[in-house]
């Protein structure tokens, strides 16, 4: 099977990189930060997830998948205040149990200094 890449939305400003890309059975999403529809980034850290959550959709949605396909996600966060809040917008956005495995870390900085969450997955996809 070919290897599918899908692109960012339109309104987004991205670096050189496919949201997603498919390699058989396996969806490797990119790290996604917390932009809106319109391309901005807010500065709370509940809207950064909201709409990390959303663009994730998205790009499962197009791959043919949902949030139960997910089987491995990165968090990255660049605050450590921020990890409970995450636990708990996490529990309700990829819940219900089993989650996927996860990783989660507090990195010193993200490529914009507004972005305070990024999450990159990979699921399993049916042939």
Not at 2 to 11: D, E, K, L
Not at 44 to 69: H, K
């Amino acid at each position: 099977m070919p290897i599918q890449h899908f692109a960012p939305p339109p309104h987004v400003k991205a670096p050189p990189l496919s949201f997603a890309t498919r390699a058989g059975d396996l969806l490797f999403v990119s790290g996604i930060p917390g932009f809106d529809a319109g391309g901005a980034l807010p500065d709370g850290f509940e809207a950064q997830f909201a709409n990390v959550v959303v663009n994730i959709r998205r790009v499962l949605d197009e791959a043919g998948a949902t949030f139960r396909n997910l089987v491995k996600v990165n968090v990255l966060l660049t605050r450590a205040s921020d990890v409970a809040a995450m636990n708990a917008l996490y529990a309700g956005a990829f819940g219900p149990p089993p989650y996927p495995a996860r990783t989660t870390c507090v990195v010193q900085a993200l490529p914009d200094p507004k972005m305070l969450i990024e999450i990159e997955a990979v699921a399993a996809l049916s042939k």
